[in-house]
């Protein structure tokens, strides 16, 4: 696991030097440094495997190619037979370096059979040309940059800032996503002049110019027969375990994270099943004041189930120390509010290991969120008379009040109102969003939106579209799994974690996994109105009774809670009249508006805030010091 950076066309050794320089956090164990005549690559290593002999930059035998590569390659092994059966010579233990020896062997091709999480670059000095690839979930960032023939890449945005031309205007497409969905989209960064290269992608730098191709994605949904409920868990509980056994190669200690939720109470299940070493978890719990997002007693109960090393923090609303370092992470303005706990709970785990295993992308594959409900529930409202639906929705809304609970109902019943007359997907996508186009037309200033031009929602609605299956349920699966999945999740995911120098490793995210879920019709998998009905099925036998029948929860926080307390002073601050109209981007008046709804107790705008928030300080921390002309 490292950070990563490198260059073509530039020819400072000391702009690689601090590139690679601020990606310290990534890789503190060891720096590795390469400068040819037009090329330079760089890396900071968290070592994992092969500790003394896998450093890098590393190269062939001839010296023709060398590469830096952040990730690891969990079939290494298996590839390492095959390469050598075919005339390869290993001169380390290393899963880069069989990375490298497939590239020799297959070309750009090589992606094709690497399971595992990856980003990493390659220099071919006989066709002159620079390789770049990425794992299909996006577990690992690569981002880059080019002009005039210059191209720069790096696994953090912080890293090509060093470069003095870098880091131009805002995007405004990606600002538009931001304020929709929370996050920047797959392929831009909210710097006009910063790309990512997006999941299950590879590119070729070459003679100046760069090519992108996408080599994986979600398979294209099937009308399969369905499997009986038996058979399904039977080949859940197969392609898991093997996911969690792959995922257990190191040669350092490991750990879990262990909410006490389904998702990573199968993962220390499995674990137990497949090793008799000692595993250590860890949990976030807070206490009597929020009884409704603490799950601690879930998790002691299956630590104890799996005598387990248990270790627990709680996290207070001392949040507000936090919110700096976490938006540095980032580098962009991100608005999923989870990055406190999983930052406080990589830190917890990182003082004991370097590894840890996480149930992250269970909800996804397995139907784990309200809203699939939502759904099922849709398809039912929409085969009403229109005469009734109406009534029941303006009803509904005014009874049931919003609240500060994991489950805030009142806000729920209100977007599924809303969408009523809205056909799928457009429905879904609606629940998903923090603002819609019309909250956005009173929220953004004119010409802030007469400069968005694509449609914000275009990725969503092309992952709905290759549903199969009875349509719509399989059809929200993807949207999530192809956006929300690996632009939200796994990248809070990463950067919390490397924060603390951690290796994250998300066996549900195992694109093996991801496409074995699919085939499973979502009858199957979501029977009835039953979350996870087949996971739970799965592990019925294994995993404590309370775990199994209490309800999800999420990894979230009291969020408008806090807002109304302790994180207060910091929401007047961040959001005064004053700033906001001094920066021209919003209306005043209307986010004036939603912080008095949310402080009077009429509505929880917890979260819509919290965006607004963390677009401020990402404004004030990166964007300021690099000069105000940049939001012109």
């Known amino acids: 696991m490292c950070g990563i950076a490198g260059f073509v066309g530039e020819r400072d050794r000391a702009v690689l030097e601090q590139m690679v320089g601020v990606l310290a956090h990534r890789g503190p164990d060891d720096e590795g440094v390469w400068v040819g005549p037009e090329v330079g690559l760089g890396m900071r290593r968290l070592s994992i495997i092969d500790l003394a002999g896998g450093r890098q930059p590393m190269t062939n035998e001839d010296g023709s190619l060398h590469i830096v590569f952040n990730g690891e390659i969990y079939n290494h092994r298996d590839l390492r037979g095959d390469l050598e059966s075919r005339g390869h010579l290993f001169r380390t233990r290393s899963d880069t370096e069989a990375i490298l020896h497939l590239y020799e062997e297959a070309g750009e091709h090589c992606v094709e059979t690497l399971r595992g999480m990856f980003a990493?670059?390659?220099?071919?000095?006989?066709?002159?040309?620079?390789?770049?690839?990425?794992?299909?979930?996006?577990?690992?960032?690569?981002?880059?940059?080019?002009?005039?023939?210059?191209?720069?890449?790096a696994s953090e945005i912080k890293a090509l800032l060093c470069h003095p031309e870098a880091g131009g205007n805002i995007d405004w497409e990606a600002f538009h996503h931001y304020l929709a969905f929370g996050y920047t989209p797959a392929?831009?960064?909210?710097?006009?002049?910063?790309?990512?290269l997006p999941p299950g992608h590879r590119a070729t730098f070459r003679?100046?110019?760069?090519?992108?191709?996408?080599?994986?994605?979600?398979?294209?949904?099937?009308?399969?027969?369905?499997?009986?409920?038996?058979?399904?868990?039977?080949?859940?509980r197969h392609i898991l375990r093997e996911a969690v056994r792959l995922?257990?190669?190191s040669d350092v200690?490991?750990?879990?994270?262990?909410?006490?939720?389904?998702?990573?109470?199968?993962?220390?299940?499995?674990?137990?099943?497949?090793?008799?070493q000692r595993i250590a978890t860890f949990s976030i719990g807070f206490g009597p004041s929020a009884p409704s997002f603490n799950e601690l007693p879930y998790a002691r109960a299956v630590a104890r189930r799996f005598?387990?090393?248990?270790?627990?923090?709680?996290?207070?609303?001392?949040?507000?120390?936090?919110?700096?370092?976490?938006?540095?992470?980032?580098?962009?303005?991100?608005?999923?509010?989870?990055?406190?706990?999983?930052?406080?709970?990589?830190?917890?785990?990182?003082?004991?290991?370097?590894?840890?295993?996480?149930?992250?992308?269970?909800d996804e594959t397995f139907a784990g969120y309200p809203r699939y409900l939502g759904v099922r529930l849709a398809e039912w409202y929409a085969r009403t008379p229109g005469w009734l639906r109406s009534p029941v929705s303006s009803i509904g809304s005014r009874l049931?009040?919003?609240?500060?609970?994991?489950?805030?109902?009142?806000?729920?019943?209100?977007?599924?109102?809303?969408?009523?007359?809205?056909?799928?997907?457009?429905?879904?996508?609606?629940?998903?969003?923090?603002?819609?186009?019309?909250?956005?037309?009173?929220?953004?200033?004119?010409?802030?939106?007469?400069?968005?031009i694509s449609d914000v929602e275009a990725a969503q609605r092309d992952a709905y579209a290759t549903h199969g299956h009875d349509g719509v349920v399989d059809g929200a699966f993807r949207i999530d799994l192809a956006t929300y999945l690996p632009d939200d999740l796994l990248t809070m995911a990463d950067r919390m974690s490397m924060a603390h120098s951690l290796e994250l490793r998300a066996p549900f995210c195992d694109h093996g996994v991801i496409e074995e879920s699919l085939r499973i019709p979502p009858a199957v998998k979501l029977p009835g109105f039953r979350l996870k009905g087949l996971l739970k099925q799965a592990f019925a036998a294994l995993l404590p009774p309370e775990v199994l029948n209490h309800r999800k929860q999420g990894f979230m926080i009291p969020l408008g809670q806090w807002l109304r307390t302790d994180l207060r002073e910091v929401m007047e601050d961040l959001l005064s009249a004053r700033r906001v109209r001094g920066r021209g981007l919003l209306v005043?008046?209307?986010?004036?508006?939603?912080?008095?709804?949310?402080?009077?107790?009429a509505r929880n705008h917890g979260d819509r805030l919290w965006a607004l928030m963390m677009l401020e300080l990402w404004m004030r921390e990166i964007l300021d010091p690099r000069g105000s002309r940049r939001i012109a």
Request: aromatic letters at 10%; one cysteine or more.
């Open 120 to 153: 990493f670059a390659i220099w071919d000095a006989g066709r002159r040309r620079l390789f770049l690839a990425r794992d299909r979930m996006g577990k690992k960032p690569l981002f880059y940059w080019q002009r005039d023939g210059l191209f720069l890449f």
């Open 187 to 196: 392929d831009r960064s909210i710097f006009s002049d910063i790309c990512k």
């Open 207 to 236: 003679q100046g110019s760069l090519a992108v191709e996408r080599y994986w994605g979600l398979p294209q949904g099937e009308f399969v027969p369905a499997p009986s409920p038996a058979e399904a868990a039977a080949r859940i």
């Open 247 to 249: 995922r257990l190669e």
């Open 253 to 276: 200690p490991l750990g879990v994270f262990l909410s006490g939720g389904i998702d990573s109470s199968a993962v220390v299940a499995t674990m137990r099943e497949v090793t008799s």
């Open 307 to 362: 005598e387990t090393d248990h270790h627990e923090e709680i996290l207070a609303p001392k949040a507000v120390d936090l919110l700096t370092p976490i938006v540095r992470q980032f580098d962009e303005p991100f608005a999923d509010s989870s990055a406190i706990p999983t930052y406080v709970v990589a830190q917890a785990t990182a003082r004991h290991v370097k590894v840890a295993l996480s149930g992250i992308g269970g």
């Open 400 to 452: 049931i009040s919003d609240t500060d609970a994991s489950r805030n109902w009142g806000d729920w019943v209100r977007r599924f109102a809303r969408g009523a007359e809205e056909s799928m997907p457009d429905r879904y996508i609606g629940w998903t969003r923090f603002f819609r186009e019309a909250e956005l037309e009173r929220l953004v200033a004119p010409e802030v939106r007469a400069r968005w």
């Open 588 to 601: 005043a008046a209307t986010v004036d508006g939603l912080k008095q709804e949310h402080l009077s107790g």
